[in-house]
């Protein structure tokens, strides 16, 4: 029996592994790099070990501090997850020579699907259906057009070693064919080391079908049905499903059964994905389909697999890593409903997708029922680390239906809160609510086709959420007013005694904030029983009735105002003596926000009165002064005029005066 299970992984698979080891009684060890030592990932563990700094090629990556971890923990096994070293067949080996268990197939098995064009010659042997391509082992440019014109524009040219769809080229006609091929090799020697590429029929409206198969060492092979996963962007998923929209009984036998057959080529055993590319021109899901790739580990989709088949695929990856037989035969694998999958990425659609990493402001899960699941490794207040993937969690449902079960998946990413970084969560709810989508009408180009609906152009901030973050930002200074009076033992003063931002005396001001380039202005008046705003177009309303469903978060001079799935982000641009007000009313020393220090005005042993100011930042642009809390002596100054500090930085410390 495997006893101590180390997960060589970080983030929500980490989370979710830990879940079902510890459900069997297994003593759980995490690993983690530098920034990820108070993760959540690490908090579920039983016991953890630190394998490096963040860079993941000196930690995550790290083949041999990851088997001295393991070793130093007495593991007796380790689950890899995806990615990672989850496919490194080193690693593989790394594990067998120091006598720990893998949770995965055979290093032979991974080296054999490693390699796009050597895992075709594979299972072209066995009779799995390809690509109509080339695959070879010679790459003279001169052949490489004369077999891309012989399959027929428009061609693909995929990188040998790919993934993450890197090193792909789309080529239209023999033309384009050589300049393409040179900047497919470019990218595939720059990502992997290795420029050998193979070519294949470029399908203009294939569909991303694959199918979950499990193997044991007992000669035992089944599969657990199809996932879609046709919606991507950049050639890689954000919402998957099972089954299949659209595939009939007779089909998914078929594919089961090449799935099953790639799996028994290469004697597997575990977990692994046979991907497949369909021809959806006519027939949708029931289109000629081609073996594309298989990956040899848990995938990140595998959760609709679970709802779908009521089965926990990380129990079955440790039943078989401990030598056991599957639990189940082929025609005890039950397919119930539907289930869909979307994936919460820190990334902005407006900007391709491009990951925007940050600070998760505040991360509110909606009740679960039975029906629904988020995994994640976020909690509000944790990082979205510049190092690794931007995937902030995935967020699930399960149905009788399709119909029920996207409109489950709607109503989860509505109701879900990820304040802070730029996200996708309102795009997501655009794509499974699409009429196409739908109707079950999918395919690989279906968010190029519908960009226009589907990242709509944004049409100024909703008095909602301005009236949010106004309220917010009262709610706050008021908070901190009552603070300060009762930190002055003023218990008498209108200020302690005072609710919220009521407490404010000022009757009329004007608040400024920043919405990307645009400024908008506010001006608040406040009455004796309620608070209006006089908006940006000139209406004038009630706070309170004003705010709608939006409610508001905040970070420093940031705003996140949230309202189904929906976030606006707005700066708030203040003046120097506010800014230093503030640092002191906080009663911290601490950068409000990322910044750079331009000017240092005490050190250490300088006595300073309440209110001076010691620092000034700069930040988007606008000097932010920080001022002493108190009278009192410098006891350390952190940093020095030029330095850039990170949001929330302890910048000086001060030591009272002993009254
Ligand atoms: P990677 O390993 O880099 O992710 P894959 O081979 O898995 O690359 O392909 C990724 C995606 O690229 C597929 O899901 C599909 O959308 C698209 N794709 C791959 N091969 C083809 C093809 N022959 N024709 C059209 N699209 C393709």
Same mark, same amino acid.
């Given at each position: 029996?495997?006893?101590?299970?180390?997960?060589?992984?970080?983030?929500?698979?980490?989370?979710?592994?830990?879940?079902?080891?510890?459900?069997?009684?297994?003593?759980?060890?995490?690993?983690?790099?530098?920034?990820?030592?108070?993760?959540?990932?690490?908090?579920?563990?039983?016991?953890?070990?630190?394998?490096? %700094?963040?860079?993941?090629?000196?930690?995550?990556?790290?083949?041999?501090?990851?088997?001295?971890?393991?070793?130093?923990?007495?593991?007796?096994?380790?689950?890899?997850?995806?990615?990672?070293?989850?496919? @490194?067949?080193?690693?593989?080996?790394?594990?067998?020579?120091?006598?720990?268990?893998?949770?995965?197939?055979?290093?032979?098995?991974?080296?054999?699907?490693?390699?796009?064009?050597?895992?075709?010659?594979?299972?072209?042997?066995?009779?799995? /259906?390809?690509?109509p391509g080339y695959?070879g082992?010679?790459?003279?440019?001169a052949m490489l057009a004369t077999q891309a014109a012989e399959i027929g524009f %428009?061609v693909?040219?995929?990188?040998?070693?790919?993934?993450?769809?890197?090193?792909?080229?789309?080529v239209?006609?023999a033309?384009?064919f050589?300049?393409?091929?040179? &900047?497919?090799?470019?990218?595939?020697?720059?990502?992997?080391?290795?420029?050998?590429?193979?070519l294949e029929k470029?399908?203009?409206? %294939?569909?991303?079908?694959?199918?979950?198969?499990?193997?044991?060492?007992?000669?035992?092979?089944?599969?657990?049905?199809?996932?879609?996963?046709?919606? +991507?962007?950049?050639?890689?998923?954000?919402?998957?499903?099972?089954?299949?929209?659209?595939?009939?009984?007779?089909?998914?036998?078929?594919?089961?059964? &090449?799935?099953?057959?790639?799996?028994?080529?290469?004697?597997?055993?575990?977990?692994?994905?046979?991907?497949?590319?369909?021809?959806?021109?006519?027939?949708?899901? @029931?289109?000629?389909?081609?073996?594309?790739?298989? @990956?040899?580990?848990?995938?990140?989709?595998?959760?609709?697999?679970?709802?779908?088949?009521?089965?926990?695929?990380?129990?079955?990856?440790?039943?078989?890593?401990?030598?056991?037989?599957?639990?189940?035969?082929?025609?005890?694998?039950?397919?119930?409903?539907?289930?869909?999958?979307?994936?919460?990425?820190?990334?902005?659609?407006?900007?391709?997708?491009?990951?925007?990493?940050?600070?998760?402001?505040?991360?509110?899960? /909606?009740?679960?029922?039975?029906?629904? $699941?988020?995994?994640?490794?976020?909690?509000?207040?944790?990082?979205?680390?510049?190092?690794?993937?931007?995937?902030?969690?995935?967020?699930?449902?399960?149905?009788?239906?399709?119909?029920?079960?996207?409109?489950?998946?709607?109503?989860?990413?509505?109701?879900?809160?990820?304040?802070?970084?730029?996200?996708?969560?309102? *795009?997501?709810?655009?794509?499974?609510?699409?009429?196409?989508?739908?109707?079950?009408?999918?395919?690989?180009?279906?968010?190029?086709?519908?960009?226009?609906?589907?990242?709509?152009?944004?049409?100024?901030?909703?008095?909602?959420?301005?009236?949010?973050?106004?309220?917010?930002?009262?709610?706050?200074?008021?908070?901190?007013?009552?603070?300060?009076?009762?930190?002055?033992?003023?218990?008498?003063?209108?200020?302690?005694?005072?609710?919220?931002? $009521?407490?404010?005396?000022?009757?009329?001001?004007?608040?400024?904030? $920043?919405?990307?380039?645009?400024?908008?202005?506010?001006?608040?008046?406040?009455?004796?029983?309620?608070?209006?705003?006089?908006?940006?177009?000139?209406?004038?309303?009630?706070?309170?009735?004003?705010?709608?469903?939006?409610?508001?978060?905040?970070?420093?001079?940031?705003? *996140?105002?949230?309202?189904?799935?929906?976030?606006?982000?707005?700066?708030?641009?203040?003046?120097?003596?506010?800014?230093?007000?503030? #640092?002191?009313?906080?009663?911290?020393? @601490? #950068? %409000?926000?990322?910044?750079?220090?331009?000017?240092?005005?005490?050190? /250490?042993?300088?006595?300073?009165?309440?209110?001076?100011?010691?620092?000034?930042?700069?930040?988007?642009?606008?000097?932010?002064?920080?001022? &002493?809390?108190?009278?009192?002596?410098?006891?350390?100054?952190?940093?020095?005029?030029?330095? +850039?500090?990170?949001?929330?930085?302890?910048?000086? +410390?001060?030591?009272?005066?002993?009254?």
């Amino acid at each position: 029996m495997i006893a101590r299970l180390l997960i060589a992984n970080r983030g929500e698979i980490a989370v979710r592994v830990a879940r079902t080891a510890q459900r069997m009684g297994i003593h759980v060890i995490a690993v983690y790099s530098d920034t990820d030592a108070a993760s959540m990932h690490v908090a579920v563990a039983d016991e953890a070990v630190r394998i490096g %700094p963040d860079a993941a090629a000196e930690s995550y990556l790290d083949i041999g501090a990851v088997i001295d971890a393991a070793r130093s923990s007495k593991a007796d096994a380790i689950h890899p997850g995806y990615g990672f070293l989850s496919e @490194n067949a080193d690693f593989a080996d790394a594990c067998a020579a120091a006598g720990i268990r893998l949770v995965g197939p055979s290093a032979a098995a991974m080296r054999a699907m490693g390699d796009k064009a050597a895992s075709k010659d594979v299972m072209s042997k066995a009779d799995v /259906p390809l690509v109509p391509g080339y695959h070879g082992a010679d790459q003279d440019p001169a052949m490489l057009a004369t077999q891309a014109a012989e399959i027929g524009f %428009p061609v693909l040219i995929k990188a040998s070693a790919g993934g993450g769809g890197r090193g792909m080229r789309i080529v239209e006609s023999a033309g384009a064919f050589d300049e393409a091929l040179a &900047a497919a090799q470019r990218e595939a020697r720059g990502a992997f080391g290795n420029d050998r590429v193979l070519l294949e029929k470029y399908l203009t409206t %294939p569909r991303h079908i694959e199918v979950q198969i499990f193997g044991d060492d007992h000669g035992n092979v089944v599969h657990l049905f199809e996932r879609d996963c046709s919606l +991507q962007r950049r050639y890689q998923k954000v919402v998957e499903e099972a089954p299949a929209p659209g595939m009939t009984d007779t089909r998914r036998a078929e594919i089961g059964a &090449a799935a099953v057959a790639a799996a028994r080529a290469i004697d597997y055993s575990g977990a692994g994905t046979v991907e497949f590319i369909v021809d959806a021109t006519t027939d949708g899901a @029931n289109g000629s389909f081609y073996f594309m790739e298989m @990956n040899t580990r848990l995938q990140v989709e595998h959760p609709v697999t679970e709802f779908v088949t009521g089965l926990d695929l990380v129990e079955w990856q440790l039943r078989v890593a401990d030598g056991e037989s599957l639990p189940l035969a082929q025609s005890d694998i039950k397919l119930d409903g539907h289930a869909i999958e979307a994936r919460l990425y820190a990334e902005d659609p407006e900007r391709d997708f491009l990951p925007a990493p940050g600070h998760v402001v505040a991360f509110e899960v /909606p009740e679960m029922g039975a029906s629904v $699941r988020i995994d994640t490794g976020v909690r509000t207040g944790d990082d979205i680390a510049v190092s690794y993937d931007p995937m902030i969690a995935k967020v699930i449902a399960h149905g009788a239906d399709r119909e029920s079960a996207i409109a489950a998946l709607d109503r989860l990413l509505a109701e879900l809160v990820c304040a802070g970084p730029v996200t996708n969560q309102a *795009f997501l709810r655009r794509a499974i609510t699409h009429r196409e989508f739908v109707g079950g009408d999918v395919d690989t180009g279906f968010i190029d086709r519908h960009r226009d609906i589907l990242i709509p152009p944004r049409d100024g901030v909703p008095d909602g959420a301005l009236a949010a973050v106004v309220a917010r930002l009262l709610t706050q200074r008021g908070r901190q007013a009552v603070a300060q009076a009762s930190a002055r033992g003023d218990a008498n003063s209108p200020w302690a005694a005072s609710d919220g931002w $009521r407490a404010n005396l000022r009757n009329m001001e004007t608040l400024e904030f $920043r919405d990307g380039e645009t400024a908008l202005s506010v001006s608040v008046v406040h009455g004796a029983d309620q608070v209006s705003l006089t908006l940006p177009d000139g209406q004038t309303v009630d706070v309170e009735t004003a705010e709608g469903g939006w409610s508001a978060y905040a970070s420093g001079n940031m705003f *996140f105002a949230v309202a189904d799935g929906t976030q606006i982000r707005l700066e708030r641009i203040v003046a120097v003596e506010e800014a230093s007000d503030r #640092a002191g009313a906080a009663g911290g020393l @601490n #950068a %409000p926000m990322p910044g750079k220090v331009v000017r240092v005005m005490v050190s /250490p042993g300088d006595q300073v009165a309440r209110g001076q100011t010691l620092m000034v930042l700069e930040a988007m642009k606008m000097e932010h002064a920080i001022s &002493a809390s108190g009278d009192g002596q410098v006891a350390a100054v952190f940093f020095a005029e030029g330095d +850039q500090v990170a949001e929330g930085a302890e910048l000086l +410390q001060l030591e009272p005066v002993e009254d």
